[in-house]
């Protein structure tokens, strides 16, 4: 008895299945790339260094992983952008946000702790513990935190989504992308954004509930106010 051994897909033969074939790859590409074209659009003149971000109230640094409980180099690098924005006086709070889903991991904390060893005051850093990806978080900051306006810190490659996310969750939003070496975490975030695209543009769409909601959180206004 033979077996049966899959063979390789076939080409079409005439040059009209040759023409659709072509047209069908074509249509795919484009519609690939329309997310971030998107994303290009909307954010137009919203990206800023450290030295012309618009001053603002607050900053939202987005979390990026934790090594042995530390920040993560990409991570450090945003918390550094944010403590020279608070020591500049741009930004007056800033809100941490990232992933506490499980006992042993704690993006906020470790955040936290980073930025208060780097000369930021504890009363003014507010800390979001259910930021599990950008969309949640922008939602969270508008909703739960009240933050109306703000500069988003993240790493060049991600800036564009935060940003298109926060103002289509309600947060007139500036971003800072902070520049890393180009290794193969750089290269893999870039080609994850891809991707990332497509789902940001179906988060703008549907406008999904994030994982957590929960109650208001005062602790923006407070530590405005200079109450911690």
Same mark, same amino acid.
């Given at each position: 008895?033979?077996?049966?051994?899959?063979?390789?897909?076939?080409?079409?033969?005439?040059?009209?299945?040759?023409?659709?074939?072509?047209?069908?790859?074509?249509?795919?590409?484009?519609?690939?790339?329309?997310?971030?074209?998107?994303?290009?659009?909307?954010?137009?003149?919203?990206?800023?260094?450290?030295?012309?971000?618009?001053?603002?109230?607050?900053?939202?640094? @987005?979390?990026?992983?934790?090594?042995?409980?530390?920040?993560?180099?990409?991570?450090?690098?945003?918390?550094?952008?944010?403590?020279?924005?608070?020591?500049?006086?741009?930004?007056?709070?800033?809100?941490?946000?990232?992933?506490?889903?499980?006992?042993?991991?704690?993006?906020?904390?470790?955040?936290?702790?980073?930025?208060?060893?780097?000369?930021?005051?504890?009363?003014?850093?507010?800390?979001?513990?259910?930021? @599990?990806?950008?969309?949640?978080?922008?939602?969270?900051?508008?909703?739960?935190?009240?933050?109306?306006?703000?500069?988003?810190?993240?790493?060049?490659?991600?800036?564009?989504?935060?940003?298109?996310?926060?103002?289509?969750?309600?947060?007139?939003?500036?971003?800072?992308?902070?520049?890393?070496?180009?290794?193969?975490?750089?290269?893999?975030?870039?080609?994850?954004?891809?991707?990332?695209?497509?789902?940001?543009?179906?988060?703008?769409?549907?406008?999904?509930?994030?994982? @957590?909601?929960?109650?208001?959180?005062?602790?923006?206004?407070?530590?405005?106010?200079?109450?911690?």
């Amino acid at each position: 008895m033979r077996r049966w051994r899959p063979g390789r897909p076939r080409l079409p033969r005439t040059r009209t299945g040759q023409r659709r074939l072509v047209q069908a790859v074509m249509a795919g590409c484009v519609l690939a790339l329309l997310p971030a074209a998107w994303l290009r659009l909307v954010t137009d003149g919203r990206l800023h260094g450290t030295a012309d971000v618009p001053r603002t109230d607050v900053a939202v640094v @987005f979390g990026a992983g934790l090594w042995d409980g530390e920040p993560s180099p990409y991570l450090a690098h945003r918390l550094d952008a944010a403590a020279e924005l608070y020591r500049a006086g741009r930004v007056r709070v800033v809100l941490v946000t990232g992933d506490n889903s499980r006992e042993d991991y704690d993006e906020p904390d470790a955040m936290r702790t980073y930025l208060v060893r780097h000369d930021v005051p504890d009363g003014r850093i507010v800390s979001d513990y259910a930021g @599990f990806d950008t969309w949640d978080s922008c939602v969270r900051a508008k909703k739960i935190f009240g933050v109306d306006r703000a500069v988003l810190i993240s790493q060049d490659f991600h800036i564009r989504r935060a940003v298109a996310l926060c103002e289509e969750a309600g947060v007139l939003s500036y971003g800072v992308g902070v520049s890393a070496v180009h290794d193969a975490t750089w290269y893999y975030g870039g080609a994850r954004e891809v991707l990332a695209a497509g789902k940001a543009a179906l988060d703008a769409v549907f406008e999904p509930d994030p994982v @957590f909601l929960g109650p208001r959180e005062p602790g923006v206004a407070r530590a405005l106010a200079g109450g911690g």
